[in-house]
């Protein structure tokens, strides 16, 4: 390792309490991420059932209607443009 990162690290987790929270925060690494994406993702959900785009589809998969504005439901998936076509 360089021998500089070494340095600054000793002096960013200069006590045993610093250091275990570190780890502690290494272990969770996972947890702290999923949580991140998911909130992530919840956010962007409800951005493309509030904002839909002429020609663009969207399709919520894995989502729990919670997170959705009160009194909202996710829309039905939209009709393709070869679908809507046959249908007319």
């Known amino acids: ?5 070494i340095n ?3 002096d960013w987790f200069d006590d045993v309490e610093k250091w275990n929270s570190f780890l502690e925060l290494c272990d969770a690494k996972d947890s702290i991420k999923a949580r991140w994406l998911e909130g992530a993702t919840d956010e962007l959900r409800k951005y493309f059932v509030l904002n839909p785009s002429f020609g663009w589809d969207f399709s919520a998969w894995g989502c729990v209607e919670e997170v959705l504005p009160v009194g909202m439901r996710l829309p039905p998936p939209p009709l393709h443009t070869e679908q809507a076509s046959v249908l007319l």
């Open 8 to 10: 600054k690290a000793a």
């Open 1 to 5: 390792m360089n021998k500089r990162l």
